[in-house]
Protein backbone atom coordinates (compact mmCIF):
# COMPACT_ATOMS: atom_id res chain seq x y z
CA UNK A 1 0.00 0.00 0.00
CA UNK A 2 1.10 3.67 -0.96
CA UNK A 3 2.42 5.45 2.01
CA UNK A 4 3.24 8.63 -0.10
CA UNK A 5 0.50 11.41 0.27
CA UNK A 6 -1.26 13.76 -2.53
CA UNK A 7 -2.70 16.50 -2.02
CA UNK A 8 -6.11 17.01 -3.62
CA UNK A 9 -7.72 20.59 -4.66
CA UNK A 10 -11.03 21.05 -6.43
CA UNK A 11 -12.39 23.86 -8.00
CA UNK A 12 -15.70 24.69 -9.70
CA UNK A 13 -16.93 27.42 -11.94
CA UNK A 14 -17.93 29.91 -14.18
CA UNK A 15 -19.49 31.16 -10.82
CA UNK A 16 -19.44 34.89 -12.08
CA UNK A 17 -20.15 34.17 -15.11
CA UNK A 18 -23.38 32.60 -14.33
CA UNK A 19 -24.41 34.99 -11.40
CA UNK A 20 -23.70 38.44 -13.59
CA UNK A 21 -27.02 37.85 -16.05
CA UNK A 22 -29.31 38.49 -13.54
CA UNK A 23 -31.83 40.64 -13.01
CA UNK A 24 -34.50 39.62 -10.38
CA UNK A 25 -32.92 38.40 -6.82
CA UNK A 26 -33.63 34.97 -7.16
CA UNK A 27 -31.87 34.67 -10.29
CA UNK A 28 -28.53 36.13 -8.48
CA UNK A 29 -29.47 33.54 -5.27
CA UNK A 30 -29.53 30.34 -7.47
CA UNK A 31 -26.44 31.40 -10.10
CA UNK A 32 -24.31 31.22 -7.05
CA UNK A 33 -26.72 28.52 -4.67
CA UNK A 34 -26.09 26.32 -7.73
CA UNK A 35 -22.33 25.89 -7.50
CA UNK A 36 -22.60 25.45 -3.86
CA UNK A 37 -24.90 22.30 -4.37
CA UNK A 38 -22.02 21.42 -6.39
CA UNK A 39 -19.22 21.14 -4.95
CA UNK A 40 -21.02 19.55 -1.96
CA UNK A 41 -21.96 16.78 -4.59
CA UNK A 42 -18.36 16.45 -4.74
CA UNK A 43 -17.55 16.81 -0.80
CA UNK A 44 -20.14 13.98 -0.37
CA UNK A 45 -17.94 11.81 -3.02
CA UNK A 46 -14.37 12.29 -1.25
CA UNK A 47 -14.93 9.51 0.98
CA UNK A 48 -11.40 8.25 2.54
CA UNK A 49 -9.81 11.87 1.56
CA UNK A 50 -9.17 14.11 4.87
CA UNK A 51 -10.65 17.40 3.87
CA UNK A 52 -8.59 20.23 4.96
CA UNK A 53 -10.49 22.97 3.31
CA UNK A 54 -13.04 23.95 4.26
CA UNK A 55 -14.53 23.36 7.05
CA UNK A 56 -16.97 20.24 6.52
CA UNK A 57 -18.16 19.21 9.22
CA UNK A 58 -19.96 22.26 10.25
CA UNK A 59 -20.87 22.81 6.70
CA UNK A 60 -22.37 19.36 6.44
CA UNK A 61 -25.63 19.96 9.54
CA UNK A 62 -26.81 23.77 8.15
CA UNK A 63 -28.92 24.27 5.98
CA UNK A 64 -29.90 27.58 5.02
CA UNK A 65 -30.89 28.78 1.76
CA UNK A 66 -27.22 30.95 1.53
CA UNK A 67 -24.61 28.62 -0.51
CA UNK A 68 -21.96 27.93 2.76
CA UNK A 69 -19.72 25.32 0.41
CA UNK A 70 -16.94 27.79 -1.07
CA UNK A 71 -15.69 26.95 -4.66
CA UNK A 72 -12.71 25.57 -3.61
CA UNK A 73 -11.62 22.57 -1.85
CA UNK A 74 -8.36 21.15 -0.77
CA UNK A 75 -7.65 17.61 0.63
CA UNK A 76 -5.06 15.10 1.41
CA UNK A 77 -5.23 11.67 0.85
CA UNK A 78 -2.21 8.72 0.73
CA UNK A 79 -4.17 6.07 -2.32
CA UNK A 80 -1.77 5.83 -4.99
CA UNK A 81 -1.74 8.46 -7.92
CA UNK A 82 -3.20 5.92 -10.54
CA UNK A 83 -6.31 5.15 -7.91
CA UNK A 84 -6.11 8.99 -7.52
CA UNK A 85 -6.80 9.71 -10.61
CA UNK A 86 -9.27 7.12 -11.94
CA UNK A 87 -11.46 8.28 -8.51
CA UNK A 88 -11.73 11.97 -9.26
CA UNK A 89 -12.10 11.09 -12.95
CA UNK A 90 -15.32 9.15 -11.84
CA UNK A 91 -16.29 12.00 -9.17
CA UNK A 92 -16.33 14.65 -11.62
CA UNK A 93 -18.62 12.07 -14.46
CA UNK A 94 -20.85 11.23 -11.69
CA UNK A 95 -21.21 14.96 -10.08
CA UNK A 96 -21.95 16.43 -13.62
CA UNK A 97 -24.49 13.66 -14.49
CA UNK A 98 -26.32 14.30 -11.09
CA UNK A 99 -26.35 17.87 -11.24
CA UNK A 100 -27.36 17.34 -15.15
CA UNK A 101 -30.32 15.77 -14.18
CA UNK A 102 -31.59 18.35 -11.41
CA UNK A 103 -31.91 21.17 -14.41
CA UNK A 104 -32.93 18.64 -17.04
CA UNK A 105 -36.07 17.57 -15.25
CA UNK A 106 -37.28 20.98 -14.66
CA UNK A 107 -36.64 21.90 -18.26
CA UNK A 108 -37.89 19.09 -19.22
CA UNK A 109 -41.25 20.08 -16.91
CA UNK A 110 -41.24 23.13 -18.46
CA UNK A 111 -41.40 22.16 -21.99
CA UNK A 112 -44.10 19.72 -21.62
CA UNK A 113 -46.30 22.12 -19.90
CA UNK A 114 -45.67 24.45 -22.87
CA UNK A 115 -45.98 21.67 -25.76
CA UNK A 116 -48.62 19.96 -24.27
CA UNK A 117 -51.09 23.32 -24.39
CA UNK A 118 -50.37 23.76 -27.69
CA UNK A 119 -49.96 20.41 -29.25
CA UNK A 120 -50.56 17.97 -27.00
CA UNK A 121 -47.52 15.45 -28.15
CA UNK A 122 -44.23 16.10 -26.02
CA UNK A 123 -42.72 13.22 -26.20
CA UNK A 124 -39.98 13.06 -28.60
CA UNK A 125 -39.56 16.91 -28.05
CA UNK A 126 -39.01 16.43 -24.30
CA UNK A 127 -36.41 13.31 -25.36
CA UNK A 128 -34.36 15.74 -27.60
CA UNK A 129 -34.18 18.60 -25.47
CA UNK A 130 -33.24 16.62 -22.27
CA UNK A 131 -30.09 15.50 -24.42
CA UNK A 132 -29.43 18.98 -25.56
CA UNK A 133 -29.87 20.13 -22.51
CA UNK A 134 -27.54 17.49 -20.70
CA UNK A 135 -24.76 18.32 -23.69
CA UNK A 136 -24.46 22.19 -22.35
CA UNK A 137 -24.13 21.44 -18.90
CA UNK A 138 -21.26 18.81 -19.18
CA UNK A 139 -19.62 21.25 -21.89
CA UNK A 140 -19.76 23.96 -19.64
CA UNK A 141 -20.06 23.21 -16.25
CA UNK A 142 -15.82 23.31 -15.14
CA UNK A 143 -15.09 20.80 -12.54
CA UNK A 144 -11.27 21.06 -12.30
CA UNK A 145 -8.44 19.73 -10.26
CA UNK A 146 -4.93 19.02 -9.37
CA UNK A 147 -3.24 16.36 -7.86
CA UNK A 148 0.39 17.03 -6.07
CA UNK A 149 2.96 14.85 -4.25
CA UNK A 150 2.67 16.51 -0.29
CA UNK A 151 6.68 16.43 -0.35
CA UNK A 152 7.21 18.84 -3.38
CA UNK A 153 5.57 21.35 -1.38
CA UNK A 154 5.77 23.67 1.95
CA UNK A 155 4.21 21.99 4.63
CA UNK A 156 3.84 25.03 6.35
CA UNK A 157 1.96 26.58 3.07
CA UNK A 158 0.37 23.59 1.32
CA UNK A 159 -3.05 25.58 1.11
CA UNK A 160 -1.49 28.30 -1.24
CA UNK A 161 0.56 26.63 -2.91
CA UNK A 162 -2.36 23.70 -4.23
CA UNK A 163 -4.22 27.29 -4.31
CA UNK A 164 -1.48 28.49 -7.03
CA UNK A 165 -2.25 25.44 -8.82
CA UNK A 166 -5.97 25.90 -9.31
CA UNK A 167 -5.67 29.56 -9.95
CA UNK A 168 -3.63 27.94 -13.20
CA UNK A 169 -6.30 25.86 -14.12
CA UNK A 170 -8.94 28.88 -14.22
CA UNK A 171 -7.06 31.35 -16.09
CA UNK A 172 -6.78 28.79 -18.88
CA UNK A 173 -10.16 27.24 -19.11
CA UNK A 174 -11.97 26.71 -22.56
CA UNK A 175 -15.76 26.26 -22.85
CA UNK A 176 -17.13 23.93 -25.84
CA UNK A 177 -20.45 25.95 -26.47
CA UNK A 178 -21.34 23.52 -29.37
CA UNK A 179 -22.95 25.11 -32.92
CA UNK A 180 -24.07 27.61 -34.37
CA UNK A 181 -27.47 28.31 -33.07
CA UNK A 182 -30.00 30.94 -31.33
CA UNK A 183 -28.75 32.29 -28.56
CA UNK A 184 -30.08 32.29 -24.66
CA UNK A 185 -32.41 35.95 -24.46
CA UNK A 186 -30.69 36.71 -21.09
CA UNK A 187 -26.48 35.87 -21.34
CA UNK A 188 -26.39 36.29 -25.34
CA UNK A 189 -23.83 32.79 -24.99
CA UNK A 190 -25.05 29.72 -24.51
CA UNK A 191 -27.48 28.29 -27.20
CA UNK A 192 -31.06 28.48 -26.04
CA UNK A 193 -33.17 25.12 -25.19
CA UNK A 194 -36.37 25.72 -23.54
CA UNK A 195 -39.01 28.73 -23.97
CA UNK A 196 -40.30 30.63 -21.10
CA UNK A 197 -43.42 32.40 -21.21
CA UNK A 198 -42.40 35.69 -18.17
CA UNK A 199 -42.81 39.56 -18.26
CA UNK A 200 -39.82 40.31 -19.60
CA UNK A 201 -38.65 44.06 -19.28
CA UNK A 202 -38.55 44.85 -23.01
CA UNK A 203 -41.20 42.84 -24.14
CA UNK A 204 -43.65 41.76 -21.92
CA UNK A 205 -45.78 38.82 -22.01
CA UNK A 206 -43.47 37.10 -24.39
CA UNK A 207 -41.91 33.72 -24.25
CA UNK A 208 -38.21 34.07 -25.13
CA UNK A 209 -35.67 31.25 -25.50
CA UNK A 210 -33.47 30.53 -22.65
CA UNK A 211 -30.00 28.63 -21.96
CA UNK A 212 -30.28 25.64 -18.98
CA UNK A 213 -28.68 27.59 -16.64
CA UNK A 214 -30.93 31.09 -17.08
CA UNK A 215 -33.34 28.63 -16.93
CA UNK A 216 -32.72 27.35 -13.64
CA UNK A 217 -31.68 30.08 -12.45
CA UNK A 218 -35.56 31.82 -12.80
CA UNK A 219 -37.55 28.97 -11.98
CA UNK A 220 -35.13 26.69 -9.42
CA UNK A 221 -37.73 27.66 -6.84
CA UNK A 222 -40.32 24.71 -8.66
CA UNK A 223 -37.43 21.88 -8.00
CA UNK A 224 -38.44 19.71 -6.11
CA UNK A 225 -34.82 18.88 -5.05
CA UNK A 226 -34.05 22.54 -4.40
CA UNK A 227 -36.99 22.97 -2.55
CA UNK A 228 -35.55 20.22 0.27
CA UNK A 229 -31.94 21.62 0.05
CA UNK A 230 -32.71 24.89 1.28
CA UNK A 231 -36.35 25.12 2.45
CA UNK A 232 -37.59 27.65 0.12
CA UNK A 233 -40.83 28.07 -0.75
CA UNK A 234 -42.98 27.15 -3.99
CA UNK A 235 -43.82 30.80 -5.07
CA UNK A 236 -41.02 33.55 -3.01
CA UNK A 237 -37.99 31.73 -3.01
CA UNK A 238 -36.42 35.18 -2.41
CA UNK A 239 -37.60 38.50 -1.62
CA UNK A 240 -37.58 41.52 -4.48
CA UNK A 241 -35.09 44.28 -4.43
CA UNK A 242 -38.01 46.77 -2.86
CA UNK A 243 -39.20 44.27 -0.39
CA UNK A 244 -35.26 44.18 1.03
CA UNK A 245 -34.75 47.81 0.57
CA UNK A 246 -38.18 48.42 2.06
CA UNK A 247 -37.98 46.14 5.36
CA UNK A 248 -38.97 48.39 7.65
CA UNK A 249 -42.13 49.54 5.57
CA UNK A 250 -43.12 46.17 4.81
CA UNK A 251 -43.12 44.92 8.28
CA UNK A 252 -45.73 47.58 8.97
CA UNK A 253 -47.49 46.97 5.65
CA UNK A 254 -47.29 43.29 4.87
CA UNK A 255 -50.76 43.16 2.96
CA UNK A 256 -50.01 45.99 0.48
CA UNK A 257 -46.36 44.44 -0.14
CA UNK A 258 -47.97 41.20 -0.92
CA UNK A 259 -50.66 42.68 -3.49
CA UNK A 260 -47.28 43.94 -5.23
CA UNK A 261 -45.51 40.67 -5.49
CA UNK A 262 -45.96 40.16 -9.58
CA UNK A 263 -46.23 43.40 -10.15
CA UNK A 264 -42.32 44.27 -10.26
CA UNK A 265 -42.93 47.47 -12.43
CA UNK A 266 -45.32 49.25 -10.72
CA UNK A 267 -44.51 51.79 -8.08
CA UNK A 268 -45.72 50.16 -4.75
CA UNK A 269 -44.02 53.78 -3.21
CA UNK A 270 -46.81 55.72 -4.32
CA UNK A 271 -49.61 53.59 -3.16
CA UNK A 272 -51.66 55.90 -1.54
CA UNK A 273 -51.73 53.55 1.48
CA UNK A 274 -48.25 53.84 2.27
CA UNK A 275 -46.48 56.86 0.48
CA UNK A 276 -46.87 59.15 3.27
CA UNK A 277 -45.16 56.83 5.13
CA UNK A 278 -41.87 56.61 2.83
CA UNK A 279 -38.45 57.92 3.32
CA UNK A 280 -36.09 58.10 0.78
CA UNK A 281 -33.85 55.42 2.21
CA UNK A 282 -36.90 52.47 2.17
CA UNK A 283 -35.52 53.31 -1.99
CA UNK A 284 -32.04 52.23 -1.70
CA UNK A 285 -30.45 48.64 -1.21
CA UNK A 286 -26.73 47.58 -0.41
CA UNK A 287 -24.38 44.87 -1.95
CA UNK A 288 -22.26 43.78 0.83
CA UNK A 289 -18.99 41.43 -0.36
CA UNK A 290 -16.16 40.69 1.79
CA UNK A 291 -12.97 38.93 1.52
CA UNK A 292 -10.30 37.47 3.86
CA UNK A 293 -6.70 39.30 3.35
CA UNK A 294 -3.51 37.41 3.45
CA UNK A 295 -4.42 33.71 4.78
CA UNK A 296 -2.18 32.15 3.21
CA UNK A 297 0.40 33.85 5.16
CA UNK A 298 -1.25 33.32 8.78
CA UNK A 299 -2.05 30.26 8.25
CA UNK A 300 1.57 29.58 8.56
CA UNK A 301 1.30 30.03 12.26
CA UNK A 302 -1.38 27.39 13.10
CA UNK A 303 -0.82 23.91 14.18
CA UNK A 304 -2.78 22.14 11.04
CA UNK A 305 -4.29 23.99 7.79
CA UNK A 306 -7.45 22.51 9.10
CA UNK A 307 -7.46 25.03 12.36
CA UNK A 308 -7.92 28.41 9.80
CA UNK A 309 -11.08 26.52 7.89
CA UNK A 310 -12.83 26.03 11.42
CA UNK A 311 -11.73 29.59 12.32
CA UNK A 312 -13.44 30.62 9.01
CA UNK A 313 -16.41 28.43 9.35
CA UNK A 314 -17.62 30.05 12.81
CA UNK A 315 -16.92 33.41 11.31
CA UNK A 316 -18.84 32.72 8.42
CA UNK A 317 -21.84 31.52 10.46
CA UNK A 318 -22.25 34.50 12.48
CA UNK A 319 -22.12 36.71 9.43
CA UNK A 320 -25.34 34.66 8.63
CA UNK A 321 -27.05 35.23 11.46
CA UNK A 322 -26.14 39.17 11.67
CA UNK A 323 -27.25 39.47 8.04
CA UNK A 324 -30.33 37.57 8.22
CA UNK A 325 -31.55 37.81 11.79
CA UNK A 326 -30.11 40.70 13.02
CA UNK A 327 -30.02 43.31 9.44
CA UNK A 328 -32.84 42.12 7.72
CA UNK A 329 -30.58 41.33 5.02
CA UNK A 330 -30.57 38.05 2.56
CA UNK A 331 -26.99 35.96 1.95
CA UNK A 332 -26.12 35.13 -1.47
CA UNK A 333 -23.09 33.19 -0.26
CA UNK A 334 -21.17 32.24 3.43
CA UNK A 335 -18.21 30.83 2.27
CA UNK A 336 -15.52 31.12 5.09
CA UNK A 337 -14.33 34.58 4.89
CA UNK A 338 -15.55 34.95 0.95
CA UNK A 339 -19.02 37.14 1.93
CA UNK A 340 -21.48 38.31 -0.71
CA UNK A 341 -25.20 39.70 0.65
CA UNK A 342 -28.30 41.86 -0.38
CA UNK A 343 -28.91 44.47 2.58
CA UNK A 344 -31.36 47.05 3.25
CA UNK A 345 -29.34 50.29 3.12
CA UNK A 346 -30.83 51.23 6.65
CA UNK A 347 -33.66 50.19 9.02
CA UNK A 348 -35.73 51.74 11.86
CA UNK A 349 -36.54 49.72 15.06
CA UNK A 350 -36.54 49.86 18.67
CA UNK A 351 -33.02 50.32 19.10
CA UNK A 352 -33.37 53.22 16.53
CA UNK A 353 -31.97 53.11 13.23
CA UNK A 354 -29.28 50.86 11.55
CA UNK A 355 -27.24 51.23 7.94
CA UNK A 356 -25.49 49.63 6.48
CA UNK A 357 -21.95 50.56 7.57
CA UNK A 358 -22.96 49.32 11.20
CA UNK A 359 -23.88 45.61 9.91
CA UNK A 360 -19.59 46.85 8.17
CA UNK A 361 -18.43 47.33 11.02
CA UNK A 362 -19.91 44.75 13.38
CA UNK A 363 -18.88 42.52 10.64
CA UNK A 364 -15.22 43.94 10.83
CA UNK A 365 -15.62 43.53 14.63
CA UNK A 366 -16.49 39.74 14.15
CA UNK A 367 -13.68 38.53 11.95
CA UNK A 368 -11.26 40.29 14.67
CA UNK A 369 -13.01 38.24 17.05
CA UNK A 370 -13.24 34.89 15.60
CA UNK A 371 -9.85 34.75 13.14
CA UNK A 372 -7.48 37.45 13.67
CA UNK A 373 -7.47 37.06 17.69
CA UNK A 374 -7.21 33.02 17.99
CA UNK A 375 -4.81 33.25 15.26
CA UNK A 376 -2.80 35.29 17.25
CA UNK A 377 -0.19 36.15 14.19
CA UNK A 378 2.04 39.08 14.24
CA UNK A 379 1.46 42.50 12.79
CA UNK A 380 3.69 41.59 9.67
CA UNK A 381 1.58 38.25 8.97
CA UNK A 382 -1.83 39.52 10.24
CA UNK A 383 -4.90 39.05 8.20
CA UNK A 384 -7.74 41.50 7.78
CA UNK A 385 -10.74 41.78 5.79
CA UNK A 386 -11.30 43.93 2.90
CA UNK A 387 -14.99 44.88 1.93
CA UNK A 388 -16.52 46.44 -1.44
CA UNK A 389 -20.26 47.83 -0.72
CA UNK A 390 -22.71 49.62 -3.52
CA UNK A 391 -25.82 51.43 -2.74
CA UNK A 392 -28.37 51.74 -5.38
CA UNK A 393 -31.95 52.59 -6.16
CA UNK A 394 -34.07 49.56 -6.24
CA UNK A 395 -34.80 49.88 -9.76
CA UNK A 396 -30.88 50.02 -10.86
CA UNK A 397 -30.20 46.64 -12.46
CA UNK A 398 -28.56 44.01 -10.47
CA UNK A 399 -26.24 42.94 -12.95
CA UNK A 400 -24.80 46.15 -13.31
CA UNK A 401 -24.91 46.54 -9.54
CA UNK A 402 -22.68 43.14 -8.71
CA UNK A 403 -20.46 44.37 -11.59
CA UNK A 404 -19.87 47.32 -9.45
CA UNK A 405 -19.44 45.85 -6.04
CA UNK A 406 -17.09 42.92 -7.21
CA UNK A 407 -14.94 46.20 -8.80
CA UNK A 408 -15.02 48.10 -5.57
CA UNK A 409 -13.81 44.78 -3.48
CA UNK A 410 -11.02 44.11 -5.46
CA UNK A 411 -10.23 46.95 -7.16
CA UNK A 412 -10.31 49.51 -4.68
CA UNK A 413 -10.48 47.85 -0.89
CA UNK A 414 -7.76 45.33 -1.65
CA UNK A 415 -5.85 48.21 -3.47
CA UNK A 416 -6.08 50.24 0.16
CA UNK A 417 -2.38 49.72 1.65
CA UNK A 418 -2.12 47.11 4.24
CA UNK A 419 -5.73 46.35 2.73
CA UNK A 420 -7.79 45.83 5.90
CA UNK A 421 -10.34 48.45 4.39
CA UNK A 422 -13.54 49.65 2.98
CA UNK A 423 -14.74 50.78 -0.32
CA UNK A 424 -18.28 52.62 -1.10
CA UNK A 425 -20.22 53.98 -4.31
CA UNK A 426 -23.75 55.35 -3.82
CA UNK A 427 -25.50 55.05 -7.30
CA UNK A 428 -28.31 57.81 -7.46
CA UNK A 429 -31.66 57.40 -8.89
CA UNK A 430 -30.49 59.42 -12.11
CA UNK A 431 -26.92 57.00 -12.52
CA UNK A 432 -24.86 60.23 -10.84
CA UNK A 433 -22.02 58.15 -8.23
CA UNK A 434 -20.14 59.34 -5.15
CA UNK A 435 -17.78 56.88 -3.95
CA UNK A 436 -15.44 56.48 -1.30
CA UNK A 437 -12.49 54.31 0.58
CA UNK A 438 -11.54 54.00 4.37
CA UNK A 439 -9.12 51.99 6.40
CA UNK A 440 -10.76 50.17 8.80
CA UNK A 441 -8.38 51.22 11.36
CA UNK A 442 -9.55 55.21 10.60
CA UNK A 443 -11.67 56.15 13.97
CA UNK A 444 -13.62 58.60 11.10
CA UNK A 445 -15.48 55.36 9.38
CA UNK A 446 -16.74 55.17 13.19
CA UNK A 447 -18.13 58.39 13.41
CA UNK A 448 -19.41 58.72 9.53
CA UNK A 449 -21.69 55.54 11.04
CA UNK A 450 -22.96 57.49 14.09
CA UNK A 451 -23.62 60.89 12.16
CA UNK A 452 -25.63 58.56 9.68
CA UNK A 453 -27.71 56.74 12.29
CA UNK A 454 -28.12 60.19 14.36
CA UNK A 455 -29.57 61.83 10.48
CA UNK A 456 -31.68 59.82 9.72
CA UNK A 457 -33.30 58.86 13.10
CA UNK A 458 -33.83 62.81 13.22
CA UNK A 459 -37.21 65.03 12.51
CA UNK A 460 -34.60 68.02 11.28
CA UNK A 461 -33.02 68.84 8.14
CA UNK A 462 -29.23 68.11 7.70
CA UNK A 463 -27.49 71.45 6.80
CA UNK A 464 -25.30 70.96 2.95
CA UNK A 465 -21.91 71.41 4.50
CA UNK A 466 -20.34 69.39 1.37
CA UNK A 467 -20.62 72.16 -0.31
CA UNK A 468 -18.70 74.33 2.30
CA UNK A 469 -16.33 71.50 2.30
CA UNK A 470 -15.58 72.51 -1.21
CA UNK A 471 -15.81 75.73 -1.37
CA UNK A 472 -13.21 76.39 1.83
CA UNK A 473 -11.08 73.59 0.82
CA UNK A 474 -8.26 75.56 0.05
CA UNK A 475 -8.34 77.44 3.42
CA UNK A 476 -8.96 73.94 5.29
CA UNK A 477 -5.78 72.63 3.77
CA UNK A 478 -3.58 75.59 4.82
CA UNK A 479 -4.14 76.31 7.93
CA UNK A 480 -2.03 75.06 10.70
CA UNK A 481 -3.03 75.52 14.54
CA UNK A 482 -5.76 73.85 16.10
CA UNK A 483 -7.27 77.38 16.90
CA UNK A 484 -7.64 78.67 13.39
CA UNK A 485 -9.21 75.53 12.53
CA UNK A 486 -11.97 75.67 15.01
CA UNK A 487 -12.87 79.01 14.11
CA UNK A 488 -13.26 78.84 10.58
CA UNK A 489 -15.44 75.66 11.62
CA UNK A 490 -17.59 77.73 14.29
CA UNK A 491 -18.08 80.86 11.91
CA UNK A 492 -18.62 78.69 8.50
CA UNK A 493 -19.64 75.05 9.05
CA UNK A 494 -21.87 74.92 12.27
CA UNK A 495 -24.58 77.96 11.87
CA UNK A 496 -26.94 76.10 9.61
CA UNK A 497 -27.10 73.17 12.43
CA UNK A 498 -30.65 72.95 14.34
CA UNK A 499 -30.04 69.37 16.48
CA UNK A 500 -27.04 69.74 18.81
CA UNK A 501 -26.49 65.81 18.29
CA UNK A 502 -25.81 66.15 14.90
CA UNK A 503 -23.81 69.07 15.29
CA UNK A 504 -21.64 67.39 17.79
CA UNK A 505 -20.96 64.58 15.77
CA UNK A 506 -20.03 66.86 12.82
CA UNK A 507 -17.66 68.46 14.80
CA UNK A 508 -16.17 64.98 15.60
CA UNK A 509 -15.84 63.90 12.03
CA UNK A 510 -14.76 67.02 11.06
CA UNK A 511 -11.60 67.09 14.10
CA UNK A 512 -11.12 63.38 12.57
CA UNK A 513 -10.14 64.50 9.00
CA UNK A 514 -8.45 68.16 9.94
CA UNK A 515 -6.46 67.57 13.05
CA UNK A 516 -3.90 65.20 11.19
CA UNK A 517 -2.57 68.53 9.54
CA UNK A 518 -2.33 66.77 5.97
CA UNK A 519 -0.66 69.06 3.20
CA UNK A 520 -1.02 69.22 -0.71
CA UNK A 521 -2.53 66.49 -2.36
CA UNK A 522 -2.90 64.53 0.62
CA UNK A 523 -5.04 66.78 2.27
CA UNK A 524 -7.46 67.66 -0.71
CA UNK A 525 -8.00 63.95 -1.09
CA UNK A 526 -8.84 63.49 2.63
CA UNK A 527 -11.73 66.52 2.33
CA UNK A 528 -13.27 65.00 -1.05
CA UNK A 529 -13.36 61.85 0.58
CA UNK A 530 -15.89 63.53 3.62
CA UNK A 531 -17.10 65.58 0.89
CA UNK A 532 -18.72 62.12 -0.74
CA UNK A 533 -19.28 61.07 2.43
CA UNK A 534 -21.86 63.57 3.62
CA UNK A 535 -23.04 64.22 0.02
CA UNK A 536 -24.16 60.75 0.44
CA UNK A 537 -26.00 61.16 3.17
CA UNK A 538 -27.47 64.24 2.44
CA UNK A 539 -28.88 62.57 -0.61
CA UNK A 540 -30.28 59.50 1.83
CA UNK A 541 -32.09 62.37 3.70
CA UNK A 542 -33.81 63.20 0.70
CA UNK A 543 -32.54 66.81 1.05
CA UNK A 544 -31.08 67.11 -2.60
Known amino acids: MSTEKYLIGFNIGPIYEVMK ?13 LFSMLIKMVYEKLKGYTIIKPYYEGINKEITTAGLFPDRIVAITSTGMEKIKAELYTIVKEVKGEFSKIIVNLVTNETIRT ?10 AAVQLSNSTGNIINEYLQLDYVIVPQDTLDDRDIIKEVESYLDAVEVNRSFALGKNEPTCYKCKSLPATVEVFEQWESEPNQKQKLCPFCFIKLRSHFSKEIQELTGIENKMPFPALRDISAIELKGNFENVFKEY ?9 ADSRIKDCVKDYHKYYALFMADGDNLSKVSKNLKTPEELSKYLFDFGNRVYSLSKNEYHGEPIYIGGDDIFTI ?60 EEVHKQLFEVAKQIKGKNGLAVKFIQHSGAESKFACPFDDPILSTYSDLYKKVLASGNGFPAVHHKIDKYKTLLTNLDNE ?62
Open 21 to 33: HSKKTRELWFGSY
Open 115 to 124: ITDTAGNHHE
Open 343 to 402: MPFAFGNNEGIKTIFDFVLHVNDEYNTKVVIPINSTKEDKTSLSVGVVIAYYKFPLAMAL
Open 483 to 544: YKLKNLLAKRFYEGFTDDEQKECFKELMKRTLMKFLKGKEAENELDRVSDMLHILKFIKGEK
Open 261 to 269: EDRDEEDLF
